[in-house]
């Protein structure tokens, strides 16, 4: 993203903030190289069969109830950040004010809005081992991607609220980093989810 202060980010314990390395704008886990420190997070942890390595354990329960409180939430931010895309095309400054809600006293925030937040204890919960004393590059990467689509729900809310004409172009950019953000948070925290724990996420389409 375009912040270099880190104000803005959702939270600063991420990959880049940790390293000064940007992971790819688009993660394809199977497609990076298993011999290069740079982008391999995972190593070469033998697999079981609930999706954990040997490498960072972490409990089936602990996947299970994370992705039970979270997994919902973070699917339907999804959606409505699709719909938003659909929106934006359309240029419906109506749609995209209720998809962009921010809620108020009493009232929250629409799923597109809160879906990062959502997505960062997601990620907590599938990927952080209480028997490690550190963060693996799992998370930090998972992390990563979260600041990303917060970053990109974020600048469409600001472009949408500021001066007229409204910048559809730089909203439309926005947008397609959001999908991208997305589709690399869920090609992270999928390799966690095993049928045992829920059912994978699925890509977004731009």
């Not at 394809?28 to 190593?43: C, M, R």
């Not at 995209?96 to 809160?114: E, T």
């Not at 472009?159 to 926005?174: F, L, S, Y």
Request: glycine share 8%; net charge neutral; proline share 4%.
């Amino acid at each position: 993203y375009i912040l270099t202060d880190r104000a803005g980010a959702l939270i600063q314990t991420d990959f880049y903030f940790t390293t000064g390395r940007r992971p790819p704008r688009v993660l394809n886990v199977e497609n990076l190289p298993k011999d290069d420190p740079k982008w391999n997070a995972w190593g070469e942890c033998a697999k079981d069969a609930n999706g954990g390595n040997a490498c960072t354990y972490i409990p089936l329960k602990q996947r299970y109830d994370a992705y039970s409180k979270y997994g919902i939430s973070v699917a339907a931010g999804a959606e409505d950040f699709v719909a938003l895309g659909s929106a934006l095309k359309k240029k419906d400054l109506s749609a995209v004010g209720f998809l962009l809600d921010a809620g108020d006293k009493g009232r929250s925030p629409g799923a597109a809005r809160s879906a990062a937040r959502r997505a960062l204890l997601l990620a907590d919960g599938l990927l952080i081992s209480a028997n490690s004393g550190s963060l693996g590059r799992e998370i930090l990467v998972a992390r990563y991607y979260v600041n990303e689509i917060h970053f990109a729900t974020e600048s469409i809310a600001t472009i949408m609220d500021g001066a007229e004409p409204v910048d559809w172009a730089a909203a439309a950019d926005a947008w397609r980093l959001g999908v991208d953000s997305y589709n690399s948070f869920f090609a992270v925290v999928n390799t966690k989810i095993a049928p045992k724990v829920g059912e994978k996420f699925v890509a977004i389409r731009a």
